[in-house]
Nanobody
Framework: QVQFVESGGGPVQPGESLKLSCLAE????????ISWDRQAPGKGREWVAG????????VYDDSVKGRFTIPRDNNKNTAYLQMDNLRYEDTALYLC???????WGQGTQVTVSS
């Protein structure tokens, strides 16, 4: 059974950092491009960042460019979202996604508040 298990979310203050993890089970992550999406309360899901299967060509939404990075470790079957200088508007449920076969995780909640 294929599943993505996200972790690493939590409450943080503005300006702090978090590193989210997405562990893939039941598939070889190295065969998949990965994206991170997020859904804020009362809003639709939005794409945040993506990376090719081989770790090249990371791309970012303008709202997170320069603050977030999307590394991956295919040997660990895990993708990450490093989030620095977090802002109130980054508060959302963050989900890992493999667009090729439309696999989604359940998400991990990030809450930025003072």
């Amino acid at each position: 059974q294929v599943q993505f298990v996200e972790s690493g979310g939590g409450p943080v203050q503005p300006g702090e950092s978090l590193k989210l993890s997405c562990l893939a089970e039941g598939l070889l992550l190295k065969r998949y491009a990965i994206s991170w999406d997020r859904q804020a309360p009362g809003k639709g899901r939005e794409w945040v960042a993506g990376i090719a299967s081989n770790g090249e060509r990371p791309v970012y939404d303008d709202s997170v460019k320069g603050r977030f990075t999307i590394p991956r470790d295919n040997n660990k079957n895990t993708a990450y979202l490093q989030m620095d200088n977090l802002r109130y508007e980054d508060t959302a449920l963050y989900l890992c996604h493999a667009p090729r076969d439309d696999y989604w995780g359940q998400g991990t909640q990030v809450t930025v508040s003072s």
